[in-house]
């Protein structure tokens, strides 16, 4: 209330892991810091909820489902920093979003402070509820633009059953991305379908020696939990990646070598940090984390023209990223201290998000827009969508104070 009766912006912040400048923080901004709201208020087995307040790390909400024989299946990057309150702000994803999808589809209710200083609960508790518009989802992805979530209701699921993982190595990155369009297209519905580059195969082997095939092209990491079936299920899935040219197709021989492999996955980012700050003298080099998502149809087009792209401007782009959903990361690597090749950087990102969106995709597949992709949602949405949005926010911040410059520029 004291910040709007005096004009002041406010920039609500979580653990600050995010990836688009989301929670930037503004010329005389009153920052928020939702973490100290850290506790677990309420588990209920019964009925698989449970109530968090915003600055609860995802992992721990993971370890206290798991308590329960539960799951809470949303599993970002940053899952063991990154907090339920960012997760729900710009409606975060992970490596399980091909079976059990982002972070949205598991928030039922929300406490929210409005710009006004007014508290509004919204959403529910039951398994149905169709009262009224649906505010929680308005919420959702917002990234602190139409208010500051104080507290989450969300669902759980019965934690899944024994799991199995596949490698499918492959000669081009091409052949993976054939290989995603024929699972997906065959009903397969793995509980996980990553693909790396090698580009990413190399930083991360130089980054933790993991025994990794650094001459590969690319690689699918392909998971299925589906207990007594999983070996099946994922016989038919190996089936679709031999077809599509793999190279070699290798099973984790247990759960101690498939977690291996999935942590392999989860040094994606900061291997790729460590080959940025090396390739240029005295660390300078920076990443461009691209979030482009297509349809999976669409997927060999996707990474084809990202090498297209990064071969005609002569710039290092890795790609990885959550095939089985269509949902890729190019991430762009550049000299922060090169005008020009941050310039580059740019241009490739650019032209990156335009292939995205020609291709029937969207700009943010779980990174949310922040700063980074305000132009291109404002392209993606059109002038009809534009004014939507500006008028939401006009309705619920008519001041402008709450993480102003974000999602949506200013009319």
Known sequence: ????????????????????????????????????????????????????????????????????????????????????????????????????????????????VLADGEVLRCGRRTVKGVAGYDLTRLFVGAEGTLGIITEITVRLRPAPAETRTLVAVYPTVAAAGQAVSAVTAAGHVPSMLELLDRTHLRAIEAYRPMGLDTEAAAMLLIATDTGEHAGADLDRIAECCRAAGASELYVAGDAVEAEALTAARRLAHPAMEQLAAQAFPDGRGGLVVDDVAVPRSRIVDLVVGVEEISARHGVLVGVVGHAGDGNLHPVIVVDLADPAGVDRG?????????????????????????????????????PVGVRVHRALKAALDPAGILNPGKVIAPD
């Open 346 to 382: 740019r241009l490739v990102f650019d032209e990156i998000m335009r292939l995205g969106l020609a291709l029937g995709g969207t700009c943010t597949g779980e990174h949310g827009v922040g700063l980074l992709k305000r132009d291109w949602l404002a392209r993606e949405l059109g």
């Open 1 to 112: 209330r004291v910040a709007a009766a005096h004009g002041v912006p406010v920039v609500p912040q979580g653990a600050r892991t995010g990836l688009a400048g989301a929670a930037n923080a503004v010329d005389g901004a009153l920052v928020v810091s939702l973490t100290g709201l850290n506790r677990i208020l309420e588990i209920d087995p019964a009925e698989r909820i449970a109530v968090v307040q915003p600055g609860v790390v995802n992992a721990e909400l993971r370890r206290a489902a798991a308590k329960e024989g539960l799951a809470y299946p949303p599993d970002p990057g940053s899952w063991e920093s990154s907090t339920i309150g960012g997760n729900v702000s710009t409606d975060a994803g992970g490596m399980c979003c091909v079976k059990y999808g982002v972070t949205g589809e598991y928030v039922l209710g929300l406490e929210v």
